[in-house]
């Protein structure tokens, strides 16, 4: 099983909303990551977790705020959103932390901040 | 600092055709290279890792190399289909960092 599973596919929003994204593996994997990608560009990191510990915050605004619950499980909650933050969000995993194993992606959750 | 590049953005090809798709990245410090397929509004599918340490992997019609030392890679697709239209991105795991840097991908489009 190589599934990385992203809840909810779609969310609109409002700019005053709070929401939250979710991420699920159970292969194992004790690296998580957020990425950010717009139409027509290519993913743009945002966070990485090893081992439930946040490890990179690519200076991502505090209106993101990630969350790694367990080994498991990986949130991303939003608040204050703006219409630009509309994207498609990413979430990935992988066996080995400190870098160069296999990711794994999920199927994103798509955003629209009105 | 790494950068990825692809080449062409865009793909137009022929049902049948052999076609080769290609990635150069800046700094050859890498732990790996991986080669993803991405359909519209989709998430990524993973295709082929190559580690640091290997020339080439093989899956099935998609074949890709990896020369550290002139920072290149391709992917090699064979007996092209209309299924195999989509992006495909090319990203380089950087050595001593848990990031992966992406290419801006290729378009592909494989014409009945």
């Known amino acids: 099983d190589t599934e990385v599973t992203q809840t909810p596919k779609h969310l609109v929003m409002g700019m005053t909303n709070k929401k939250s994204l979710k991420c699920e593996q159970h292969m194992g994997h004790r690296a998580m990551y957020w990425y950010k990608q717009k139409a027509k560009k290519p993913p743009e990191l945002m966070f990485v977790?090893?081992?439930?510990?946040?490890?990179i915050n690519e200076s991502v605004p505090s209106r993101f705020s990630p969350e790694c619950p367990n080994s498991s499980l990986l949130n991303l909650h939003l608040h204050a959103l703006q219409p630009e933050d509309s994207a498609l969000y990413l979430c990935?995993?992988?066996?080995?932390?400190?870098?160069?194993?296999?990711?794994?992606f999920g199927e994103g959750s798509r955003l629209t901040v009105l | 600092k790494q950068e990825v590049t692809q080449i062409p953005a865009a793909l137009s090809v022929p049902e049948g055709e052999n076609l080769v798709l290609n990635c150069s990245f800046t700094?050859?410090?890498?732990?790996?290279l991986q080669w993803f397929r991405q359909d519209p509004g989709k998430g990524l599918t993973s295709l082929l890792l190559i580690q640091s340490s290997q020339r080439e992997q093989t899956s099935g019609r998609l074949n890709a190399s990896l020369d550290k030392s002139s920072g290149r890679s391709t992917l090699y697709i064979a007996a092209s289909q209309p299924g195999d239209s989509a992006t495909y991105l090319c990203a380089a795991f950087q050595g001593g960092s848990e990031k992966l840097v992406f290419g801006k991908g290729t378009k592909l489009t494989v014409n009945p």
């Open positions: 977790y090893s081992y439930e510990k946040l490890s």
């Open positions: 700094d050859s410090a890498i732990y790996n």
């Open positions: 990935a995993s992988t066996h080995w932390t400190g870098g160069g194993g296999e990711l794994f």
